[in-house]
């Protein structure tokens, strides 16, 4: 007979799945978000595959939700990075020869201090935070994701942006013999985005490098990726390479790729619908099929801390 360590045994092999779902449910239900919370390491470390770094001591941040996030198999293998291909099995499939070291990222335009920095040289000064966020995308699904990571703005102050500074750019790396989507012009690589300076400086704007307490799979954006909850996925640029502090808008992918359908702010808004869907509500990724799918907050649930920063715009023509 085989005999495994604790570490080894999923939880759904002691307490079938339904039901231990079913009773982290219920303890929320009653009120008991700490006693969820509690749960949820001994739901993380059994089911990530030990390939997997892990990422030493976190903190874990107050700007975290309230909700049971997904499993790490959902958030690994339903994905969207066109530069490994369309589908969302491609990202996991198609990144085997993804390097995500050495790394190097390009400091560049309106700041005092510019210049060329390796991974290690962004993430030293600053300590890594968990946090559990909403990750609503425009397709009209959405995931919570346990990330790992920083304030963008602790790294932005580091290169003292200059008063012409009012947005910042940020870029994915290209590297088509790594990245096979590459290899085709589905989009104009490289995959570029943009935030202006006060919604890059806000607290719930995340640099992110690793999830589920490990460093981040090359899917999900290794070695370092942007979270910005409150506004649609594709704003949460992947494997960045480049930041540049900027005077003006910076272009951005999807809104180049298709302007009707996409705009720059790109704040959640289930009254605002794409021209060819509803925003209206969503599909919480792993959810049971064919159950009722859940409203879309604005800004994703994120209005109270958010809204103040378009405060006099018009949200349906900047949208
Ligand atoms: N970044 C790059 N470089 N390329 C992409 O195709 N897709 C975006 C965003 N960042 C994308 C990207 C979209 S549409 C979404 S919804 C999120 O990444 C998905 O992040 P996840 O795969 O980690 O859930």
């Not at 200059?162 to 104009?188: C, H, I, W, Y």
Request: positive net charge.
């Amino acid at each position: 007979m085989l005999i495994r360590r604790a570490a080894d045994i999923r939880p759904s092999e002691i307490t079938p799945e339904s039901v231990f779902h079913g009773r982290r449910a219920l303890l929320r239900a009653a009120g008991f978000a700490g006693a969820a919370a509690l749960l949820a390491p001994a739901l993380r470390a059994d089911e990530i595959p030990g390939r997997y770094r892990r990422l030493g001591t976190l903190r874990s941040s107050p700007l975290s939700v309230r909700e049971t996030p997904n499993r790490f198999e959902d958030i690994t293998t339903y994905n969207n990075f066109y530069e490994f291909g369309l589908d969302k099995g491609d990202p996991a499939a198609n990144s085997a020869r993804f390097r995500p070291r050495p790394w190097t990222v390009t400091v560049e335009g309106e700041a005092e201090v510019v210049g060329r920095y390796t991974y290690e040289d962004i993430i030293r000064p600053h300590p890594l935070e968990e946090r559990i966020s909403r990750l609503r995308c425009v397709e009209a699904w959405s995931m919570v994701v346990p990330w790992v990571g920083f304030p963008l703005r602790d790294l932005l102050k580091r290169f003292r942006p200059t008063s012409k500074a009012r947005f910042v750019a940020f870029e994915t790396v290209v590297r088509p013999e790594e990245m096979p989507g590459q290899k085709g012009r589905t989009l104009d690589w490289p995959y570029v985005e943009g935030l202006t300076i006060a919604e890059a400086m806000h607290p719930l704007a995340l640099m992110v490098v690793g999830v589920y307490g490990v460093e981040l799979p090359a899917q999900n954006g290794a070695p370092l990726r942007l979270v910005v909850p409150w506004k649609y996925g594709f704003k949460s640029i992947k494997s960045i390479v480049r930041i540049r502090f900027m005077e003006t808008r910076p272009p951005t992918t999807w809104s180049l790729a298709a302007p009707d359908e996409y705009g720059f702010y790109a704040n959640v808004n289930p009254r605002v619908d794409h021209p060819r869907w509803s925003q209206a509500t969503e599909r919480r990724i792993g959810s049971a099929l064919f159950s009722p799918k859940q409203p879309t907050l604005p800004f994703n649930g994120y209005a109270a801390q958010v809204a103040a920063l378009y405060e006099g715009l018009d949200l349906v023509r900047n949208f």
